[in-house]
């Protein structure tokens, strides 16, 4: 008496309990997170750190310059036509600041000490260096002596490492 068997050579019956059919197709999810493992190496290797580390803010129009120097992360002090802002925090209206005679901004120092105590005291506490260093976003229209008093402000807060925020010029 001869058994039928499968075209895989088993027994028919035993092929017919084993076979998955064409009904059940199973995925291996070993080999898809592999793909997706290097996918992500991939890019996370390409992603360039000399995009957009600032965001110009709405309140402003930055001028242009010829400089080509990449930002870096550093405290973010705005001086828009209206107000003068650390962090998107308001701390003096530009208007007071133009009106007033003394070169330091009493608001702006005192949140700047606020800022370099803290970066001291996470100095300390977790090794991570304070720089010193702030970003100037400034209005285009921005008088030259309320830019002074700013950046003067800046210098006496332990903040002497600024950098002026422009749009660069094309051509």
Not at 5 to 14: E, I, K, M, Q, T
Not at 53 to 66: A, D, E, F, M, R
Request: aromatic letters at 8%; glycine letters at 4%; proline letters at 6%.
């Amino acid at each position: 008496m001869s058994v039928k068997r499968s075209w895989l050579g088993f027994p028919a019956s035993r092929a017919k309990k084993h076979s998955s059919g064409p009904s059940k197709v199973a995925l291996n999810l070993t080999s898809m997170m592999d793909m997706f493992t290097i996918l992500l190496v991939f890019l996370l290797r390409a992603y360039s750190l000399e995009g957009q580390l600032v965001h110009p803010s709405y309140y402003l129009t930055l001028p242009k310059s010829t400089a080509n120097q990449p930002p870096e992360l550093a405290l973010e002090l705005v001086v828009s036509k209206e107000w003068v802002m650390v962090n998107n925090k308001p701390v003096a209206r530009t208007s007071d600041v133009q009106k007033q005679r003394e070169l330091i901004i009493p608001e702006l120092k005192a949140e700047l000490d606020l800022h370099a105590r803290e970066a001291k005291k996470m100095e300390s506490l977790y090794g991570t260096p304070f720089s010193g260093k702030i970003t100037i976003q400034g209005d285009k229209d921005l008088p030259y002596e309320t830019l002074v008093k700013v950046m003067a402000t800046c210098g006496r807060a332990e903040f002497p490492n600024m950098r002026l925020v422009v749009y660069q010029r094309e051509g």
